[in-house]
């Protein structure tokens, strides 16, 4: 059974860091690409950051030089270091792994976890 479990959200000040961490299980957690997206109420959900087996990143125009995306492949999990939050990064967070290439087909995703950026 696959499982993703996001943890590490939260209320956070603005100009506040946070780290979001999703944990893989049931899964071939090194041939994946992992992607963190989220979703606020009355916009569509966006692609945030997203880091590939090989370990190339990309992230949206709306966090660059505020979010950063790793991943430890001995530890099954994928981080979302956010700093400099600001109220419009308010949303649920949600960590998704996809396959690509000969693993096309996997696309799991987790229940999501609550970033409130607000003083």
């Known amino acids: 059974q696959v499982q993703l479990v996001e943890s590490g959200g939260g209320l956070v000040q603005p100009g506040g860091s946070l780290r979001l961490s999703c944990a893989a299980s049931?899964?071939?957690?090194?041939?994946?690409?992992m992607n963190w997206y989220r979703r606020a109420p009355g916009r569509e959900r966006e692609l945030v950051a997203a880091?590939?087996?090989?370990?190339?990143?990309n992230f949206a125009d709306s966090v660059k030089g505020r979010f950063t995306i790793s991943r430890d492949n001995a530890k099954n999990t994928v981080y979302l270091q956010m700093n400099s939050l600001k109220p419009e990064d308010t949303a649920v967070y949600y960590c998704?792994?996809?396959?690509?290439?000969?693993?096309?087909?996997?696309?799991?995703w987790g229940k999501g976890t609550l970033v409130t950026v607000s003083s």
């Open positions: 049931g899964v071939i957690f090194s041939i994946v690409t």
């Open positions: 998704n792994a996809r396959g690509t290439g000969v693993y096309y087909g996997i696309d799991y």
């Open positions: 880091i590939t087996s090989g370990g190339s990143t």
